[in-house]
């Protein structure tokens, strides 16, 4: 089993930048698949982006694309969401999660991670 702690949320203006981080103990990192996803305010929870076990393949939720990245180091037990040129729309709780047996493919396709952190708060002003 596998702990997830996020951490690099909070209030930045509109146009601004925010680097999230997930930090994992547990079971050995690199045998996970990772991602995150948000949930904002009276909406269900999306997938934001995916990476895979070796970092070589990264997924993007449309509303994600050219504007976040992911990227992981193993060696650090962490995986990454740098968001840039936040918009109001962002604003969400943000969400790290790892699965084990599942490709990070399977999660873009709607497969939800059999593991997630407590999340972190993002929010964006206008």
């Known amino acids: 089993q596998v702990q997830l702690v996020e951490s690099g949320g909070g209030l930045v203006q509109a146009g601004g930048s925010l680097r999230l981080s997930c930090a994992a103990s547990g079971r050995s990192f690199s045998t996970y698949a990772m991602a995150w996803f948000r949930q904002a305010p009276g909406k269900e929870r999306e997938f934001v982006a995916a990476?895979?076990?070796?970092?070589?393949?990264?997924y993007y939720a449309d509303s994600a694309k050219g504007r976040f990245t992911i990227s992981r180091d193993n060696a650090k037990n962490t995986v990454y969401l740098q968001m840039n040129s936040l918009k109001p729309e962002d604003t969400a709780v943000y969400y790290c999660?790892?699965?084990?047996?599942?490709?990070?493919?399977?999660?873009?396709?709607?497969?939800?991670?059999?593991?997630w952190g407590q999340g972190t708060q993002v929010t964006v002003s206008s």
């Open positions: 999660a790892a699965d084990l047996k599942r490709a990070a493919s399977q999660i873009v396709t709607g497969t939800l991670p059999d593991y």
């Open positions: 990476i895979t076990r070796g970092g070589s393949s990264t």
